[in-house]
């Protein structure tokens, strides 16, 4: 069996209620035309304010993926 | 019209909860005394501890808003 | 009274929720073992993804105790 | 409406000179194939030399876009 | 003579053109309300863009000016 | 002549043996589907270990490669 | 009670002969104006010299102070 | 079953030949003392030079190994 | 000869008086429990205030011992 | 033939004007003593302000050049 | 004996076969002008790449020598 | 008259007393072989370790220095 080649995508995911949810979203998007999904990591945390409230939560990732032969 | 200019300022807001509750700590009291406020960023995610469990989250972000002509 | 001295390790809390009870749940196991926990840096914040969804949250904290003289 | 998801890829973009005709030049040719483009960041600035003069600016930049559903 | 202290504000600044004019802006509107500026860094360098061009650079500088006795 | 444009993606290589073993694998893998490949930068360099020996070196890479006109 | 807002500010401290010197003397002005000072970190050391002598340390810190409600 | 929590500690490996060679000591070291070894991470390459050639590749890795309950 | 594993530990010293008092008694500290300690990196220098004065310098060092066979 | 071995020094250029002109009088000033230059890397980006107006700029970058044998 | 003083270059190495054979070239090369070499520090590692397969590892390093007096 | 340029070169100096004992006599001895120091910048503090004491500072500055026309 050959070695492993992942990719590495860059999402921002957002959410108007938590990072996690932000994340979430991220993952789901990529999972409709990436296969075989494995790991992530948080890049940056930032987010928009609107009359003083946090409006949306901004969340980067790297997505990592195995890439198939 | 001009081209913005934005100012940034940091603040830690704190939480015995989550990350979000302590940014929008911060945000909510930004909010008293400046106008505009447009984005913020997580730079640092630390936490006091007490008897073994996390006491406060204590999350620095910065806050960028319209700085007014 | 002499100045104090600390002692920070780090550690890795997972949890298929959030980050904060990935980072509860590192510091719960590091109070079995360390008295005098004082406070925590989170370092990183990662993941795995399990059928297009976070299996378990990732986060890595540096976690300071007092050392007793 | 759900909460949009952005891509960023990464391009370096090249220009006999200036750092802003060499982000230019990467933005106007990622908007041939992507749609949506919202922002970038420059990543890293460099340059190859020729004859003791610069010859190109290569300056990286990411490009976020948001991701249609 | 005392030792001068300086203090450090975070601004962004914004043109259409350039990453100079962005850094002038922001300096001139820091000079309106803040005496003895004495140098700046940048620290980020992004921007908006807009059917596919760059709407406008937006660049974050610190600036130092001396704090009067 | 216009000029060129490149873009980077980020690649995990793995191996059993080196970091080299590694490096080459990713770019063998990118080299099937994209053309015009330039350079590489390792970026992160990681291991899983499984019976206390080094089972797979992980080696993060960006990827330049010529965008064609 | 309120969960506590801190805010921090930037200054640069300086000293014809310590770091510690220059950290004080940023610390001492900054408690000039601002009330409830809690803690600091260092981010940058730097000097100026002159005649083959260090001239001046130039110490950068952040200073937080809690924000009153 | 608990969400499990992993521990790093910091070692650096030395080896007259390979950086592969100085993980593999390190990684070997830690497994004398450490049950379930699960990952490592490079953090630093250095090195000592003698007689114009290096003497040892000094490589600092994290290792992360299950805290068990 | 085999070659030399080291462990690379990280502690806080604090002192009333400068950066070097908390280095020194860290390593002070350290040399009561470890053997063999060869060299130590300064990773962050903060400080705590009280009434308008640096209260406890505490700087993180990380701290190298070689790891017996 | 033999691999080539590069020397990267640092400097910085100043203008008044523009980033470009700076990098461009380091570079030239670099040509009048070091032959085979090849590459550069902006590592910095700072200035002097004198009346509220940017005085000069200061960019550092690394320039590579071909060590003969 | 006075304390002593050590100078640090910044050398690119390079190799068709491996990161290892890379610094050693750096450090010959090194060796031929500079006496006193005592260590290095590997600061970047990239590569160039020819018909998809890595032509060259270019390694750049950090020299540490001392200076006589 | 020309926009200057500056020339930046990187010591350790050294000393079994302190960071700014070692400082000084890194720029001391830069002064011996180079005119016209202006500014320096620590980069990293580290030291080493002889039975159980700091033995040696050993503190890493950039120098920058006016290169003459």
Known sequence: MKDPVYK???????ST?????AVDGAIKR???????????EVIETRGSIEKGKVQHWQVTIKVGFAVED
């Open 30 to 40: 990529a999972n409709k035309t990436v296969k075989n999904l494995r790991w992530f």
């Open 17 to 21: 209620t938590s990072v996690e949810e």
């Open 8 to 14: 590495l995508i860059e999402l921002t995911g957002t």
